[in-house]
C-alpha cells in the first residue's frame, strides 16, 4: 500500500507502508533487544530520544523492542530496513547496520512530535502507530552542501547541521572548507592556510549591494580535532562527511598565506574580499603540486570518506597565458596550449587520489572537461547530467535553479538578501529529476542522485542558514529517496512535518 494513502506523513515517504489499528507505547518499562552488530543504533535511539523523553531503554534479551541484523535481507541494500510495529512489539531489521540507523528517524517521525524536543516533555504519551513499512532509498547520494568557507560555522552548528540532514534520510554532508574568501581546515605542514588564510579584513571595495562583503572583517578555522569529531558524530547518525579543498581556482586564501604557490611569487595579496570568480590561480610548478598532495593527505587522513572534493571549476586560466612557466609546462607536457593545464592539473590530482584509494569529486560546468576517474557534479544545465553519464562518469545532479537554496525561495520583497537571479521555490526543489527523461538504462545507473547547495555570500548566521535551508531540503530529501511524488501528496505530509520542524526549533520558511 503506497505510504501517501496509509495515513503515515513521513518524510522522504517510505517505498511501502501500510496503517494498522492500535499503537504502541514507550514507557518506563520499554527495553531492547540488541542483536548483535545493533548496538550502535541502539545507542543512537537512546540518545535521540532521551532529552524530550526521559527513558532509559535498557537493553534485555526479552526487550520488546528489536533491533536486529540480518544477511538474509540482502534484497534492502546498505540503507533499507523492514518497520513492523504491532500493539505488543517492535522490530527493525535491516542488512546492513546503516539500515538500522534509517529506520531509527522513522521512529523518531512515527512520535509524536515532542520526542524531538531537546527539553523534557513529561505530559506527553509516547506512542508509535501500529504499521508495517519496508523502506529503500531510490538513489544513493542525497546530499547538502554547505560553505562554510565564505562566512564560518562553529563545528556546534555543524553538529545540530548533521543532526537535522539525518532525520532527512540525507546521506552526505559536503563540507565546503575552502575558497578565495576563506581557509577553515588546519594543515599541519602549512600552518599560515588558517592563520592568515583564514581571516579577511574589512572590505573597502564598493557600496552595499555590490560584489563585496559587508564590511565587516570575518575569520575562523576548525582544529583537527574539531573535524575528526564532527565525522564521527555524522557517522553515527549515518552521514558522510565529504570535504571541499578547491583547487587550481578559488584559490585566493591560499596565495594570500604562500605566494610562492602562485604565478606571481612577488606578489602580495590579501583574502579575497568580493564575491564572484577570482582570477588568481594556483601555479603549475612541482611545488604546487607537491602542497596539493601534502594539504590532500591530511584531509584524508582526517576525513575517510570514500569521496574527496577538489572544486575544479571557475579557473580562469590567464595567469597561465601570461606565465612563461606555465607555457614551458604545457609544452613540457604535450599539451596545445596553456589552458589545457586545467584538465591536466586535475588529472593529476585525481590520480594521486585514486591511487590512494579515494574516488575525486569536481564540478563541471558542461559536463565533459573533468578526467574520467572524476565523480561529477553538474550545477550549470540539466543536460550536462546526461552528457557526463554518457561519457561514463558517475554524476551527481546539483541543477542550480532546482538545488541552490541560497537563491530566493519567493519574490517577497520581505525575503532577505539572496543570490541574484531565478527564485528556487519549494515546488522547483520537489519537481527536479536528477536523472534525465532520455536517458537509457546505463546512463540513468550512473546518476548516484542529487544534492543541495548553500554558498553563504549572503548567509552569516544559522538562523539565516536553517531559513533558506528548511522546509526545501525536505522536497529533495523526499525526491532523492522516494523519486517522484504527487506535490498534493508531499504538501500533505510537509504540513505535518512541520511540526517536528518546529519542535527541533529549526528556523524554517513559513
Known amino acids: 500500500m503506497p505510504a501517501q494513502r496509509s495515513g503515515l506523513t513521513l518524510i522522504p515517504r517510505p517505498t511501502k507502508a501500510a496503517l494498522r489499528p492500535g499503537h504502541f507505547t514507550l514507557d518506563a518499562d520499554t527495553a531492547l533487544h540488541i542483536g548483535a552488530g545493533a548496538e550502535p543504533a541502539a545507542e543512537l535511539l537512546r540518545t535521540l530520544l532521551a532529552p524530550a523523553t526521559g527513558l532509559s531503554l535498557r537493553p534485555s534479551p526479552d526487550g520488546q523492542f528489536a533491533l536486529t541484523l540480518d544477511p538474509g535481507l540482502a534484497g534492502l541494500g546498505e540503507e533499507g530496513y523492514g518497520l513492523t510495529i504491532a500493539p505488543h512489539a517492535v522490530l527493525l531489521r535491516a542488512a546492513h547496520p546503516t539500515g538500522l540507523l534509517r529506520g531509527i ?47 564560518f560555522q562553529p563545528v556546534s552548528y555543524l553538529r545540530r547541521y548533521v543532526d537535522v540532514l539525518a532525520l532527512h534520510k540525507i546521506s552526505v554532508f559536503h563540507l565546503h572548507l575552502t575558497d578565495d574568501q576563506g581557509w577553515r581546515m588546519p594543515v599541519a605542514a602549512f600552518p599560515k592556510l588558517t592563520e592568515i588564510g583564514g581571516h579577511r579584513a574589512e572590505s573597502q571595495q564598493g557600496p552595499a549591494g555590490s560584489d563585496t562583503y559587508d564590511g565587516i572583517p570575518h575569520g575562523g578555522a576548525y582544529t583537527r580535532a574539531e573535524l575528526v569529531g564532527l565525522v564521527r558524530y555524522a557517522a553515527a547518525r549515518g552521514v558522510t562527511v565529504m570535504p571541499e579543498i578547491e583547487m587550481p581556482g578559488h584559490v585566493r586564501a591560499v596565495l594570500a598565506a604562500y605566494p610562492r604557490l602562485g604565478n606571481h611569487p612577488e606578489r602580495t595579496l590579501d583574502v579575497w574580499t568580493r564575491w564572484g570568480v577570482c582570477d588568481t590561480v594556483l601555479g603549475v610548478h612541482d611545488e604546487v603540486l607537491d602542497f596539493c598532495r601534502t594539504v590532500l593527505d591530511e584531509v584524508m587522513d582526517v576525513f575517510p570518506s570514500p569521496y574527496i572534493h577538489v572544486g575544479g571549476e571557475e579557473c580562469p586560466t590567464t595567469e597561465w597565458t601570461h606565465s612563461a612557466a606555465a607555457r614551458e609546462r604545457a ?104 536523472v534525465p527523461e532520455d536517458a537509457d538504462a546505463q546512463a540513468a545507473g550512473r546518476v548516484l542522485g542529487t544534492q543541495t547547495q548553500l554558498w553563504t555570500e549572503f548567509v552569516t548566521t544559522s538562523a539565516h542558514i536553517e531559513y533558506l535551508t528548511y522546509p526545501r531540503l525536505c522536497a529533495l530529501a523526499d525526491r532523492g529517496w522516494s523519486d517522484a511524488t504527487d506535490w498534493a501528496d508531499f504538501r500533505s505530509r510537509l504540513g505535518e512535518h512541520t511540526a517536528r520542524l518546529d519542535a527541533l526549533g529549526v528556523q524554517r520558511h513559513p
Open 105 to 151: 528517524q522513522t521512529i523518531r517521525q512515527l512520535l509524536p512530535p515532542q520526542a524531538l524536543s531537546e527539553t523534557p516533555q513529561p505530559d506527553t504519551r509516547w506512542l508509535l502507530p501500529c504499521a508495517e513499512i519496508t523502506d529503500i532509498p531510490r538513489h544513493p547520494w542525497r546530499g547538502a552542501m554547505l560553505d562554510v568557507a565564505r562566512h
Open 331 to 434: 609544452a613540457a607536457e604535450g599539451l596545445p596550449n596553456p589552458e589545457a593545464l586545467h584538465g591536466w592539473f586535475l588529472g593529476q590530482i585525481g590520480d594521486f587520489l585514486v591511487r590512494r584509494g579515494r574516488r575525486p569529486v569536481g564540478w563541471a560546468e558542461t559536463g565533459t572537461e573533468l578526467p574520467l576517474d572524476f565523480t561529477v557534479m553538474t550545477w550549470r544545465d540539466p543536460s550536462h547530467t546526461l552528457t557526463a553519464a554518457r561519457r561514463g562518469h558517475p554524476v551527481v545532479s546539483a541543477y542550480h535553479r532546482a538545488t541552490y537554496l541560497d537563491y530566493a525561495q519567493s519574490d517577497d520583497r520581505h525575503e532577505p538578501p539572496a543570490q541574484p537571479g531565478t527564485v528556487v521555490d519549494l515546488r522547483a526543489v520537489h519537481a527536479h529529476n536528477p
